[in-house]
C-alpha cells in the first residue's frame, strides 16, 4: 500500500521536545504551513528547530501507541484516504479557522473514546 506516502511535516527541538497543539503532534502540509503555526505559537527562534517529514507508517506507528496527532487541512487530505484503506474511519472537519491567518487542527487521538 502506500504506508511510505510523506503525510507532512513536525518539528523537534529535541527528541523529547516536540512541537504539539496539547498533546498533539502536529503535523502540516508543507513546511511554510509549520513555521507559521509556530510563529503563532510564539516560537520565535525557528533556527532551534528541526522539521521533518513524517510518512503515513510513522503516524500509524505513533497511534498503535497512543499518540494523538494534529493535521491541517492539507496534510489530513493525504492521510485520510491511506487510512481509510487500512479500516480508519476518517472525520468530515471543516478547517475554516475562527480567525483569519490562524491555522485550524484536526485532532486525531486515538485514546479519546477508549
Do not use: H, W
Not at 511510505?4 to 527528541?15: A, P, Q
Not at 525557528?46 to 499518540?67: E, H, V, Y
Not at 468530515?92 to 484536526?106: A, N, V
Amino acid at each position: 500500500m502506500n504506508d511510505g506516502k510523506v503525510i507532512g511535516y513536525f518539528s523537534m527541538k529535541t527528541k523529547t521536545d516536540l512541537f504539539c497543539d496539547g498533546d498533539a503532534l502536529v503535523v502540516t502540509g508543507t513546511e511554510e504551513n509549520l513555521k507559521s503555526a509556530m510563529e503563532l505559537n510564539g516560537i520565535t527562534d525557528l533556527s532551534s528547530q528541526r522539521i521533518r517529514k513524517t510518512r503515513f507508517r510513522d503516524i500509524m506507528n505513533g497511534i498503535n501507541f497512543g499518540a494523538a496527532y494534529a493535521f491541517d487541512e492539507l496534510s489530513y487530505s493525504r492521510f485520510a484516504p491511506i487510512a481509510e484503506q487500512y479500516g480508519i474511519p476518517i472525520q468530515d472537519f471543516d478547517f475554516t479557522p475562527s480567525e483569519e491567518g490562524r491555522i485550524k487542527f484536526l485532532i486525531l487521538d486515538p485514546t479519546v473514546g477508549t
